[in-house]
């Protein structure tokens, strides 16, 4: 059975840094794409970053400079360090698995998550920045 759990949520000042996990499951974790999505309130859900199997990374251009995905393949984890928050950064951020080894979901801009591409999703975890 698939599982992606994200723990690391919160509330934050605006400017200030979180780091978000992701620990996965049930499959072949070190050959599959992993990816960060986020759902801001009243918005639709939007691809923040990727990683493939091979440790390639893609980011959002919102998040360039600020976001830094990464995995660990021996510990089936994905992470999200995340620095100099902004309040258009709340929402519930997902981590979600393509079984591929290439991520082909698209990362920044609106995506149904029939179009994402992801064969698995974790519940979420909740953030909130305060300006």
């Known amino acids: 059975q698939v599982q992606l759990v994200e723990s690391g949520g919160g509330s934050v000042q605006a400017g200030g840094p979180l780091r978000l996990s992701c620990a996965a499951s049930g499959y072949t974790y070190s050959r599959s794409c992993m990816g960060w999505l986020r759902q801001a309130p009243g918005k639709e859900r939007e691809g923040v970053a990727t990683t493939d199997s091979d440790g390639t990374t893609t980011d959002a251009d919102s998040v360039k400079g600020r976001f830094t995905i990464s995995r660990v393949n021996a510990k089936e984890s994905l992470y999200l360090p995340i620095n100099s928050l902004k309040p258009e950064d709340t929402g519930m951020y997902y981590c979600?698995?393509?079984?591929?080894?290439?991520?082909?979901?698209?990362?920044?801009?609106?995506?149904?998550?029939?179009?994402?591409?992801?064969?698995?999703w974790g519940k979420g975890t909740l953030v909130t920045i305060s300006s």
């Open positions: 979600a698995a393509d079984l591929r080894s290439r991520c082909y979901a698209p990362v920044g801009w609106p995506i149904s998550v029939d179009d994402s591409g992801m064969d698995f």
